[in-house]
């Protein structure tokens, strides 16, 4: 004891009875143990086992007088930092001390930095326009993960609804009184109390037989002085409350929340504004047009059904709606007297006509979040074989969504008056779409439109609002390939 002296920072507790030294062990925080390996009925691996499973970043160094190679490799794997054998320099022992503190120190550093270090990645994701659900578990996860948590969870308010909803949860399958706390329910949970101010609530508990520290920790994410949400996090342990520094670490990643909360509305508001503003435009053009009056809504419900049987993703579709809204905005830079001539164009007036798809481009170039949709309104007027314009595009250098849009665009058409020939019924335009396969439609596009059809789900009673057409019901046989 007296030549441990000079470790004043240390509270030294000496046992000459190994399982009062056990006992201890188990209920007081420990940072580093000094056994022999032999102690009557009880062994120094039983000392190491207990405190290692008790304290995981404890240093434990074992001594003993009879060494064999075989017992200082089984000690070492069990996490033992260091095997002395006797007898040994007091110096020596002391020197061993010092290498396994500042080991441990250096250790818990490493988990400071690798603490820093997922904030700053969570950061990078942030500040990169990351999708807001997967970034929010990203943040519960960070919060369990480095504070060794029993649970965590984010609760969001729906502004629409004006409710606030559970989003994301991670850690262990909690009690009743831990989960109705993570959802901000119950007399601990954020709703009970201030919503502007963090909340530490602390508590002793037993779990089999054994006392534990719980602490209930809430952070409110705050944006432009509004609460829009909570970051709940539960933590047990055996023997301490959440420290001030793990708290701070909290602070953090709920900050992270609202600002990722906040930019994703913000976004969304945005990105509506701009949609709406174009959806306007694609209106105008209608408008002007007297005879494709709602023709992007009636495409849109050919091109849905068609794409679900060609086995597109949920992103993919969330984009099929946009592009068949906005495909010929580019339009609204033909004239009037080209756009609804009854007769057939001069060769300057197709010219301007054709120019379309690349005015709509250009429209749409310079919005970020309408960049998946340029398919759509670039090449839907090109042809499999490679005839079409504006790029003379075939085969599958075409995108998908060009290739879909010209048949379900081509449907439409025939399907509806046009001031150079009237409407056709559903029987001319399916033999018509047979009949260009492969010169000017994708076959396999044509094939996924006809096995909709067929099925039903191609409702054109529905979409045109006609009480009878000619061949609806009668097959199609489809050409060979």
Same mark, same amino acid.
């Given at each position: 004891m007296e030549s441990l002296g000079e470790f004043e920072d240390f509270l030294v507790n000496k046992f000459t009875n190994a399982g009062k030294a056990i006992e201890y062990i188990g209920e007081n925080v420990v940072d580093l143990v000094l056994t022999d390996l032999v102690m009557g009925k009880y062994s120094g691996v039983q000392i190491l086992e207990t405190t290692l499973k008790n304290h995981p970043e404890a240093i434990v160094i074992l001594m003993t007088g009879y060494p064999t190679v075989k017992t200082a490799i089984s000690v070492l794997k069990k996490g033992g930092y260091d095997y002395l054998i006797k007898p040994f320099k007091l110096?020596?022992?002391?020197? =061993?001390?010092?290498?396994?503190?500042?080991?441990?120190?250096?250790?818990?550093?490493?988990?400071?930095?690798?603490?820093?270090?997922?904030?700053?990645?969570?950061?990078?994701? /942030?500040?990169?326009? +990351?999708?807001? !659900?997967?970034?929010?578990?990203?943040?519960?996860?960070?919060?369990?993960?480095?504070?060794?948590?029993?649970?965590?969870? %984010?609760?969001?308010?729906?502004?629409?609804?004006?409710? #606030?909803?559970?989003?994301? &949860?991670?850690?262990?399958?909690? +009690?009743?009184?831990?989960?109705?706390? %993570?959802?901000?329910?119950?007399?601990?949970?954020?709703?009970?109390?201030?919503?502007?101010?963090?909340? @530490?609530?602390?508590?002793? *508990?037993?779990?089999?037989?054994?006392? #534990?520290?719980?602490? !209930?920790? *809430? #952070?409110? %994410? *705050?944006?432009?002085?509004?609460?829009?949400?909570?970051?709940?996090?539960?933590? =047990?342990?055996?023997?301490?409350?959440?420290?001030?520094?793990?708290?701070?670490?909290?602070? &953090?990643?709920?900050?992270?929340?609202?600002?990722?909360?906040?930019? =994703?509305?913000?976004?969304?508001?945005?990105?509506?504004? #701009? /949609?709406?503003?174009?959806?306007?435009?694609?209106?105008?053009?209608?408008?002007?047009?007297?005879?494709?009056?709602?023709? =992007?809504?009636?495409?849109?419900? /050919?091109?849905?059904? @068609?794409?679900?049987?060609?086995?597109?993703?949920?992103?993919?579709?969330?984009? &099929?709606?946009? +592009?068949?809204? %906005?495909?010929?905005?580019?339009?609204?830079?033909?004239?009037?007297?080209?756009?609804?001539?009854?007769?057939?164009?001069?060769?300057?007036?197709?010219?301007?006509?054709?120019?379309?798809p690349e005015t709509g481009a250009r429209i749409l170039h310079r919005i970020p979040f309408l960049k998946p949709v340029t398919p759509y309104v670039l090449s839907h007027h090109e042809r499999y074989d490679g005839t079409g314009y504006p790029h003379g595009l075939a085969g599958e250098n075409i995108p998908i969504e060009g290739r879909l849009l010209a048949v379900v665009d081509t449907f439409d058409a025939i399907m509806t008056d046009r001031p150079y020939r009237p409407s056709a019924d559903a029987q001319k335009a399916l033999e018509e779409l047979i009949r260009f396969k492969c010169k000017q439609f994708d076959p396999a596009v044509v094939d996924a439109f006809m096995e909709a059809y067929h099925e039903g789900s191609l409702n054109c009673r529905a979409i045109y609002g006609r009480s009878s057409l000619k061949g609806e019901t009668k097959p199609v046989q489809t050409a060979p390939v």
């Open positions: 110096e020596d022992l002391k020197s =061993t001390i010092r290498r396994g503190l500042e080991h441990q120190r250096i250790r818990r550093e490493n988990l400071e930095l690798r603490s820093q270090l997922e904030l700053m990645k969570i950061s990078e994701a /942030l500040a990169g326009g +990351g999708k807001l !659900y997967p970034l929010l578990t990203r943040i519960v996860e960070s919060a369990v993960r480095e504070i060794e948590a029993e649970a965590a969870s %984010l609760v969001v308010l729906d502004r629409k609804a004006e409710k #606030y909803r559970l989003r994301c &949860l991670s850690g262990s399958e909690p +009690g009743k009184s831990v989960e109705e706390f %993570l959802r901000a329910e119950g007399l601990k949970g954020a709703l009970s109390l201030d919503r502007d101010k963090a909340h @530490t609530i602390k508590e002793e *508990i037993k779990i089999e037989g054994k006392p #534990y520290k719980r602490s !209930y920790v *809430i #952070y409110p %994410l *705050i944006s432009k002085g509004q609460n829009i949400g909570f970051l709940n996090l539960v933590s =047990t342990n055996r023997f301490s409350y959440i420290s001030p520094g793990q708290e701070h670490l909290v602070s &953090l990643l709920a900050s992270m929340a609202a600002s990722a909360v906040e930019s =994703t509305y913000m976004d969304k508001n945005l990105r509506k504004s #701009y /949609l709406l503003t174009i959806k306007a435009l694609a209106n105008a053009v209608e408008a002007r047009d007297v005879y494709t009056a709602g023709h =992007t809504n009636r495409v849109y419900r /050919l091109a849905k059904s @068609t794409a679900r049987k060609m086995g597109w993703e949920n992103d993919q579709m969330m984009e &099929l709606r946009n +592009g068949c809204i %906005l495909h010929d905005i580019g339009k609204i830079g033909v004239p009037d007297a080209i756009l609804n001539k009854p007769g057939k164009l001069t060769e300057r007036e197709r010219k301007i006509m054709q120019e379309h």
